[in-house]
């Protein structure tokens, strides 16, 4: 199927990898992170880029 100008906006990405989420994708997955825990440090990391290092390998 050849990409129309329609459709071609949909799927442009303009991420590091292909394998990347966007923000829409992100916010479908984000609710079933673990929230941070209420004591103990901070957390530093970002499951954002945790999930986009699983997708990458």
């Known amino acids: 199927m050849a990409w129309t100008d329609f459709t071609r906006p949909q799927y442009a990405r303009r991420l590091r990898y292909a394998s990347d989420l966007t923000d829409r994708e992100w916010s479908l997955i984000a609710p079933f992170m673990p ?16 999930v986009n290092a699983l997708l990458y390998i």
């Open 35 to 50: 929230p941070p825990r209420r004591l103990g440090r901070p957390r530093k990391t970002d499951m954002r880029e945790v």
